[in-house]
């Protein structure tokens, strides 16, 4: 079972709709949850971390987390095509000190 | 500077070189991170130091040595690599160690002839 899963994608969204990210995870006593955005050639970019259940909310993007369904998911509102990109799912695991990643979403927002 | 820096950002070196990666970070960090991007898989984390100290070696082949000779300052050694070690290597910080949100340079692209 992979560690972090995502689905690959690509995810088409048109513009001005929500775009939903989803991830679960393995390990049940993970801890701390990030989202990532990476554009082609780029380095990843810090875009939300969520610690506990429920929603935490930044400007147009909303991380959700449920620890007993072991998810964790990422709206982004009135998407743009500037949010066309790889969105990549972390998890701390248990006892670690550095973060597993999913192979990321790739995120097409239509004009 | 700021954030985290990386070079050189670009690298080709054959197979019997010796290069070494340089990373810092001018966020006033403790702990500093090396990941490998390939192309189809995902980042994977190499090794991690928190306040200088080795925590994590993910089973990473000897031809790899990292150093951290403070807070600020990451290398990677690289040494007698393999093709298929070519990919994007990517260094990163947090405050500490665990649950803190992680930053991440820019990246070095290694490519191994």
């Known amino acids: 079972q992979k560690e972090v899963e995502q689905n690959s994608g690509p995810l088409s969204v048109p513009e001005g709709a929500i775009a939903s990210l989803n991830c679960t995870y393995s390990?049940?006593?993970?801890?701390?949850f990030f989202w990532y955005r990476q554009y082609s050639g780029k380095s990843p970019e810090l875009i939300m971390s969520?610690?506990?259940?429920g929603d935490k909310e930044d400007g147009r993007f909303t991380a959700q987390l449920n620890k007993a369904s072991q998810y964790v998911s990422l709206l982004i509102r009135d998407s743009q095509p500037s949010d066309s990109a790889t969105y990549l799912c972390?998890?701390?695991?248990?006892?670690?000190?550095?973060?597993?990643f999913g192979k990321g979403t790739h995120l097409i927002i239509q004009p | 500077e700021t954030g985290v820096t990386q070079t050189p950002r670009h690298l080709v070196m054959g197979m019997t070189n010796k290069k070494s990666l340089k990373c810092e970070q001018h966020?006033?960090?403790?702990?500093m991170y090396w990941y490998k991007q390939s192309a189809k898989k995902p980042l994977e984390l190499m090794f991690v130091?928190?306040?200088?100290?080795?925590?994590e070696n993910n089973s990473v082949p000897s031809r790899f040595s990292p150093e951290c000779p403070n807070s600020s300052h990451l290398f990677l050694h690289l040494h007698t690599l393999q093709p298929e070690d070519s990919a994007l290597y990517l260094c990163?910080?947090?405050?500490?160690?665990?649950?803190?949100?992680?930053?991440f340079g820019p990246g070095t692209r290694l490519t191994v002839l």
């Open positions: 990163a910080s947090s405050q500490e160690g665990g649950s803190y949100e992680q930053f």
């Open positions: 390990d049940r006593g993970s801890q701390s």
């Open positions: 969520i610690y506990s259940n």
């Open positions: 972390a998890v701390k695991r248990t006892g670690a000190d550095g973060l597993t």
């Open positions: 966020l006033g960090h403790n702990a």
């Open positions: 130091y928190n306040f200088k100290e080795q925590t």
